[in-house]
């Protein structure tokens, strides 16, 4: 009976993680590198969201009403899809030529620099999120409840997840993403812009984290400027799980940190929660080092 | 080794004892020859005026200011004014320090009032038991303060008692018996309430159905909230801070878990219900007083402070007044500023009627005294019933 209810709370936690972590491994894939201000930009859209909820589309629609639950959504993907268009045109693509490791220093330092931003002009203290879905129970009974936030968080996760399946595998620059993942340097002798395809990679990334932060936001209705590093960290190992660079393989391995988590605390043991999460993770990649889903890649020399 | 060591050490005692007897005897020379010193008892202060925990101690300032203003029109102690010298410590525990040597080595301040944050008393009590210069606390809970020196004394409630009493309350005002426990792991507060709780209870005739546990920053309650509601208690107790239990409490509605959820003076904040004040209904926590208790010592109290600052007082602001009013009680009984007999007037102190209850100094130099549980309507605190110190309701459940 517990296990049902269980399953409901792990998979809604997962589909967040899921969706922070296809940003991850889109970017891995195009560009080889951790951008690891990719949780921060999941702290931003959250800020967005919470901004575009209170103060402006209040003035044009009831909060709650499904007309401002999408405008927030829109709202929150545009301006995070810009911010990581701007991040990786200022920050990545001057060291584009550099060594990986200056590249991935620097997205360290553009992590760091979006949480103090965030803490100067959001403030430090915790700040409670406007309830733009109602957590109304949908299903209601003894053993299992299932509340209206979370049908949400699970239909709009998996609904991203498949369009994004549709844009890389059906479209032009999906099609021309794929080929640059494979091989950069004949994707650009087929004529492939390679920037405008990196550059559209972090649109479509950020504004999947930007979603992701108004799902996490309605959810768990505290955010705060340094909220996106732990849940940037989890979707991060949750992308190596499945197999870094493997759109399926974030996907899965989301569910499975999600679902990992809420079992090992379900059984009392949150202390060892993340100690167990990792360990599985450590575990996974001893056995399959490419992760789950991810295909070994044998590097030339 | 031993010997030689043992006597440099005694050498050591033997003179610095007596360079402090000799700059005693020469500042009490210089004290007592004159000067507005003969005509004023000199109160020192320590609190965080500033930083990280600027509000409560511009709180206990207040409460603190505004007793002995009252003290002083009335006529102060022993025909003299009272004289309140306040340091500000940042909230830095070395500036605490820094605070406490100057009011005890240049002001001369017969006694101390702070700190709020039990790091900071516990920075600043050391050098105050070394001079011999009896400290109060208004609101340091953490149980070691007081074991610094018996110059340290307290009166606010320690850690504990909040857990103790929180179970007497569930078992006795509110009539549960299968309790569930939810503990924040990474905060000694949290863990302290949860097992004098889990203690009392059980053996007070009830059953601890379920044992979970979260840590600081989570925000994902749902795991540990369904293995408590398939316990099924009839009620919950969650010690924890604001920032998780705003966000524990609203998981737990949102389950369907409708029982009470009771915590300690850690969910004392405006932030803590904002957003979805309904789902806090049926949920009570314990503190040090409430603004709407009908008792008039509160009552007075809270007209007078929002007379001077046009602003409600909290519970910081209240303790910060008991804690001046009963150093000035205990000079009156002791009769002199001397160290040892103001110490020994302190230990004495007895049902103080101070506005967070009727205070008794017992043999550790805590507090014991009642407790207020407030009630949560509509995401507002009211008063819901004060419970003395073993356990007995001394109001009925509002």
């Known amino acids: 009976m517990q296990i049902l209810q269980q399953l409901v709370n792990g998979i809604s936690l997962g589909a967040i993680y899921a969706l922070i972590a296809l940003g991850y491994t889109m970017i891995y894939g195009v560009l080889r590198f951790i951008n690891f201000a990719h949780g921060d930009v999941f702290m931003v859209g959250s800020y967005v969201g919470y901004y575009a909820a209170t103060y402006w589309v209040s003035h044009f629609f009831p909060v709650g009403s499904l007309e401002s639950t999408v405008l927030v959504f829109l709202i929150s993907m545009s301006v995070c899809a810009a911010l990581g268009a701007s991040i990786e045109f200022l920050a990545y693509r001057p060291l584009r030529s550099r060594p990986k490791l200056t590249v991935l220093i620097t997205a360290i330092g553009v992590s760091l620099f979006l949480e103090y931003t965030g803490q100067l002009f959001f403030g430090p203290n915790p700040r ?23 049908v949400v968080v699970i239909t709009v996760s998996l609904g991203l997840m498949l369009l994004l399946r549709v844009i890389v595998m059906r479209t032009k620059i999906g099609t021309a993403m794929r080929a640059v993942s494979f091989n950069q340097q004949a994707a650009s002798l087929m004529g492939i812009n390679i920037s405008r395809v990196i550059t559209f990679t972090f649109i479509i990334g950020s504004a999947l984290a930007g979603a992701g932060g108004v799902l996490y936001g309605t959810m768990y209705p505290s955010i705060e400027p340094l909220m996106g590093i732990l849940p940037g960290l989890k979707a ?35 202390t060892y929660r993340d100690a167990i999460a ?20 044998i590097e030339k020399v | 080794m031993t010997f030689p060591l043992d006597s440099i050490l005694r050498f050591r005692t033997l003179a610095v004892c007596s360079i402090v007897a000799c700059s005693a005897a020469f500042f009490v020379s210089c004290k007592t020859s004159g000067g507005p010193a003969g005509s004023e008892i000199i109160v020192g202060e320590y609190a965080s005026l500033t930083g990280g925990t600027a509000t409560f101690g511009q709180s206990v300032h207040n409460g603190d200011v505004l007793a002995v203003d009252e003290i002083n029109a009335s006529g102060g102690v022993l025909g003299k004014k009272i004289n309140l010298v306040t340091e500000d410590d940042q909230s830095k525990t070395e500036e605490a320090v820094a605070s406490v040597q100057k009011l005890v080595n240049s002001d001369k301040a017969i006694a101390l009032l702070g700190e709020v944050a039990s790091s900071r008393s516990m920075a600043g009590a050391p050098i105050a038991q070394q001079a011999h210069v009896p400290m109060i606390t208004p609101a340091s809970t953490n149980e070691d303060v007081t074991k610094k020196g018996d110059y340290i004394f307290r009166i606010c409630f320690i850690d504990p008692f909040q857990g103790k009493t929180m179970a007497h309350f569930a078992l006795g005002s509110l009539g549960k018996k299968r309790a569930a426990v939810l503990t924040d792991v990474k905060q000694d507060y949290s863990v302290g309430l949860d097992e004098a709780f889990k203690h009392t209870f059980s053996t007070a005739g ?31 107790f969650v010690p924890g801070y604001y920032t998780e239990v705003s966000l524990i409490v609203r998981q737990a509605r949102e389950l369907g878990i409708e029982c009470p959820i009771l915590g300690g003076d850690g969910w004392d904040s405006p932030e803590l219900t904002k957003g979805e004040e309904q789902q806090f209904n049926n949920t009570f926590f314990s503190n040090h007083y409430a603004t709407e208790d009908p008792d008039s010592t509160v009552q007075n109290f809270v007209k007078k402070y929002q007379d001077k600052y046009h602003a409600v007082p909290d519970a910081m602001a209240a303790l910060g007044y008991d804690a001046a009013r009963i150093l000035a009680d205990a000079i009156k009984r002791a009769g002199s500023t001397d160290s040892s007999a103001l110490r020994k007037a302190i230990a004495e102190t007895k049902d103080f009627p101070g506005v967070t209850g009727h205070i008794t100094i017992d043999e550790n130099r805590n507090a014991s005294k009642p ?28």
């Open chain 1, 128 to 150: 409670g999120f406007p309830p733009i879905i109602s957590n109304k129970a949908v299903i209601h009974s003894s053993s299992i409840t299932i509340n209206m936030i979370q």
């Open chain 1, 278 to 297: 990792f360990g599985i993770l450590i575990a996974i990649l001893v056995f399959k080092p490419s992760g789950l889903l991810g295909k070994r890649e």
């Open chain 2, 371 to 398: 407790l207020t549980i407030i009630k949560i309507v509509d995401g507002k605190f009211h008063f819901a019933q004060r419970i003395g110190p073993n356990g007995e309701a001394l109001t009925p459940l509002k």
């Open chain 1, 236 to 270: 991060f190992v949750a992308a190596v799980l499945g197999g870094i660079g493997n759109i399926p393989g974030a996907a899965l391995g989301g569910m499975i940190i999600g679902l990992v988590e809420t079992f090992v605390s379900g059984t009392g043991a949150s």
């Open chain 2, 206 to 236: 009830g059953t601890i159905v379920s044992e979970q546990s979260y840590s600081t920053g989570d925000k994902d309650f749902h795991a540990p909230l369904t293995s408590i509601r398939a316990a099924n208690p009839d009620v919950i």
